[in-house]
């Protein structure tokens, strides 16, 4: 039988230590994946394409681990421009962005595909890569894109200014914290004891 006096202070003791303990880590280990689809180009459904003297290529996250809790900015990878002409080269197509998750659980989706349209050159850039701005939600994770350039669009950086786009992202726990989950047992067993006594005296 337990004590009066345990169920009477551990149920305060338990939400002070909710208040007072700092919030737990929520560990995401994840990689991305990148297509380029295209138009006219050469290696459409890959993550490297050439349009003439262009090249643009994906470079993906091979492994990459941050806090999310609640949330935090992450990088989704880059998009590389090489460019040997000043003359401005049309482009188009689409990107497709997955993401593959490994912890706190396993899985993976598309993140989001953009839209690939205007032009390059060596030393100039009217490119745009616009996103649908969508969520992926892998066993608690949430992933959406953050798109600093232009709304929900990223502006492709030319070759003269360092030729690479990093594409950013926001990673969401919507996982419970332990000690919610600590407190929600303490209050069902509680409650099961409060019902036990009562059948007792019945």
Do not use: W
């Amino acid at each position: 039988m337990i004590p009066r006096v345990l169920i009477k202070f551990a149920l305060p003791a338990a939400a002070l230590a909710a208040i007072v303990l700092p919030a737990q880590a929520t560990t995401v280990n994840y990689s991305t994946t990148g297509v380029i689809t295209c138009a006219g180009c050469t290696g459409s459904g890959t993550d490297s394409v050439t349009f003439g003297p262009l090249t643009m290529t994906y470079i993906p996250i091979a492994a990459g681990t941050v806090n999310a809790n609640p949330t935090t900015n992450a990088s989704a990878g880059e998009i590389r421009i090489t460019d040997t002409s000043t003359a401005n080269t049309p482009i188009n197509g689409t990107f497709a962005l997955s993401i593959n998750q490994t912890a706190p659980s396993a899985g993976s989706g598309p993140l989001d595909s953009g839209t690939l349209t205007g032009s390059l050159a060596s030393n100039n850039s009217t490119a745009i890569l616009t996103f649908t701005d969508s969520t992926l939600n892998l066993g608690g994770i949430e992933y959406q894109l953050d798109s600093f350039s232009f709304g929900t669009s990223y502006v492709l950086v030319p070759p003269s200014s360092g030729g690479i786009t990093s594409l950013e992202m926001n990673v969401t726990s919507t996982l419970p914290e332990p000690t919610f989950m600590a407190l929600t047992a303490f209050g069902f067993a509680g409650m099961g004891v409060v019902a036990f006594r009562r059948r007792r005296r019945a």
